[in-house]
């Protein structure tokens, strides 16, 4: 993880992952999981080469148009 900008930015995994729709915004996502444990979405629009030749990119629910839906429903369902 890095900071790029406002926004955190992550590193893609490899080889590459598998490639999803958003089901909120119907945006291109791939998952990676942090070190601790958790599943995370990026935003396939901003997978970028850093100058080190690893790709970076922006988690979704920092740039999802549509976050704060969903992020209101898990709270009702009582996930976190």
């Known amino acids: ?3 790029a900008g406002d926004a955190l930015e992550y ?3 490899e080889p590459d992952p ?8 119907g945006a291109s996502v791939v998952w990676m999981v ?10 396939v629009a901003s997978i970028r080469v850093g100058t080190d030749g690893r790709r970076w990119a ?3 629910v920092a740039d999802c148009p549509q976050a704060g839906t969903w992020r209101t429903q898990r709270k009702r369902r009582g996930e976190r």
């Open 1 to 3: 993880m890095r900071l």
């Open 11 to 13: 590193l893609v995994p």
């Open 18 to 25: 598998l490639l999803q729709l958003c089901p909120a915004c």
């Open 34 to 43: 942090t070190p601790m444990g958790v599943r995370l979405p990026l935003s």
């Open 58 to 60: 922006v988690s979704h």
